[in-house]
């Protein structure tokens, strides 16, 4: 079973940037449909961006394109996640998932296709 871990997190002011990591504990992770979601309290886990499975083109909701830029290393078993002009309202917990299935477009961005996820990490924007 693949094991996930987030890092990169904590207090940034708005305007600010933040790169997250997400490590594998194997390679094949690398063959993953790879993904960013996240959850502000009170609210459903919801996606971020994402890396289909065997074309590696990426997909970001709405609310973080052209800010947010998802990459990946497959020496280091790990995809990152930049953030850039940060705003209040992307305070959340941040989630690294993956799957072994292989989605299109329209099903990246559902909690439920995604089996194997990280802990988490607190990203926090506020003055």
């Known amino acids: 079973q693949v094991q996930l871990a987030e890092s990169g997190g904590g207090l940034v002011q708005p305007g600010g940037s933040l790169r997250l990591s997400c490590t594998a504990s194997?390679?094949?992770?690398?063959?993953?449909?790879r993904g960013w979601f996240r959850q502000a309290p009170g609210k459903d886990r919801e996606f971020v961006a994402a890396?289909?499975?065997?074309?590696?083109?990426?997909s970001y909701s709405s609310s973080v394109k052209g800010r947010f830029t998802i990459s990946r290393d497959n020496a280091k078993n790990a995809v990152y996640l930049q953030m850039n002009s940060l705003k209040t309202e992307d305070t959340a917990v941040y989630y690294c998932a993956g799957t072994v299935r292989s989605l299109i477009t329209g099903q990246l961005g559902s909690v439920e296709n995604y089996d194997v996820w990280g802990q988490g990490t607190q990203v926090t924007v506020s003055s």
């Open positions: 194997t390679s094949t992770f690398n063959t993953y449909t």
């Open positions: 890396f289909k499975k065997n074309s590696g083109m990426t």
